[in-house]
Every structure is written in structure tokens, then in C-alpha cells.
């Protein structure tokens, strides 16, 4: 896959985790009456067809994590989709591979919680079936890969590592 298509992809990653973010997971921490009723819905919506409580009631980790999304994440966001839009930023690099080990990091909990929790059907019904897990595996499974992906693209793409030939004969030749 080319360096580019690679760019585009994580435009859009970023690009739309910017009103996820806004309108959806911070639901969690931030009082009610900060969202209007059809962002509530929409949010009840979810936990309710996907079996996802932890979106309406989250535990204090799950919690954690969206602060954090919060605080370190969304900021990042349209930064990302800047660099990614406009293609080759090697600035990006080291922001980028930090953001994805965070990220990635925090999935792995996450799914896990998922796949082997017995999640109670009160308050808010979580998944019971392997069916209904595999199904909400897949709604997080795309903030595991695509940060993935980003990372080995960040630590071996010739385009953002900084590193060079060139870049070696200099440090040599400065020693001598």
C-alpha cells in the first residue's frame, strides 16, 4: 500500500474521530445537560443495538481512558488530520507514535473486557451471546488497527523516518 493511500486513510481516521470524540465519547464525563436530546439518543441508540453499557455507564478504567481521550487525544486530532491531509509532515512522526502506543495500549484492556466479562443484563444490557461480543469487537477493533498501522508506517516508511544515507554520512564526517 503506498505511502499516500496510507495518508488519506489516516486523515479520515482523525477527521472523524474529531465529532466521535466531541459528540459521542464524552458523554461520559461531561454532565447531561451539555448535550442536546438527539446526541443523548443517539448515544442511548448505540448502547442499546450494539449492548455496549460501557458507553452509559461506564466503569471508573473505562472512564480513564475517555479522559485521557479527552485530554491528550482530541487536541491531537485535527493536528493529525492536518499533517495527514497535507501529506509528508515529518513533524508528525514522533506525535504520531506516541498517540498510537497510547492508543493501542488502551485497546487491549478494552477488548478484553469485552471477549471474557460477564456483563449483567441491569441496568444496560452488555453482550451475552459470542455473537453480540465479536459484533462490538468489531465497533473498537478499528482503534486498534488503524494505530497499528499508523505506528509501523511512522517507524518504517522512508517517508517519516528521518533517518537517512545522507543523514549518516554527515554524523561520520562531523566525527572525523
Same mark, same amino acid.
Given at each position: 500500500? !503506498? ?22 465519547? @464524552? ?6 445537560? =451539555?448535550? %442536546?436530546?438527539?446526541?443523548?439518543? @443517539? ?11 460501557? *458507553?452509559?455507564?461506564? %466503569? *471508573? ?8 481521550? $479527552? ?7 485535527? *493536528?493529525? $488530520? ?7 509532515? &515529518? ?11 497510547? *492508543?493501542?495500549?488502551?485497546? =487491549? #484492556? ?9 456483563? #449483567?443484563? &441491569? %441496568?444496560?444490557?452488555? #453482550? ?7 459484533? @462490538? ?9 488503524? %494505530? ?22 554527515? $554524523?561520520? !564526517? &562531523?566525527?572525523?
Amino acid at each position: 500500500m !503506498s505511502v499516500r493511500v496510507l495518508e488519506i486513510l489516516f486523515f479520515f481516521y482523525f477527521a472523524s474521530h474529531i465529532p466521535i470524540t466531541l459528540f459521542i465519547d @464524552l458523554q461520559a464525563l461531561l454532565p447531561g445537560h =451539555v448535550y %442536546p436530546q438527539p446526541l443523548r439518543d @443517539l448515544l442511548k441508540w448505540y448502547a442499546e443495538e450494539f449492548k455496549d453499557p460501557m *458507553v452509559l455507564d461506564p %466503569p *471508573v478504567w473505562f472512564r480513564s481512558f475517555i479522559f485521557c481521550e $479527552a485530554l491528550l487525544q482530541t487536541p491531537f486530532f485535527p *493536528v493529525a $488530520a492536518y499533517a495527514f491531509l497535507k501529506g509528508g509532515c &515529518k513533524w508528525i512522526r514522533t506525535p504520531a507514535i506516541v498517540y498510537s502506543t497510547h *492508543v493501542a495500549t488502551t485497546l =487491549v #484492556p478494552i477488548l478484553a473486557h469485552i471477549l471474557l466479562y460477564q456483563f #449483567p443484563m &441491569k %441496568p444496560h444490557p452488555g #453482550p451475552q451471546t459470542l455473537q453480540e461480543r465479536w459484533l @462490538l469487537v468489531s465497533i473498537y477493533l478499528p482503534y486498534l488497527l488503524v %494505530p497499528m498501522l499508523l505506528l509501523i508506517t511512522m517507524l518504517l516508511s522512508s517517508t517519516y523516518n528521518s533517518t537517512s544515507k545522507s543523514g549518516h554520512k554527515s $554524523a561520520k !564526517s &562531523k566525527k572525523n
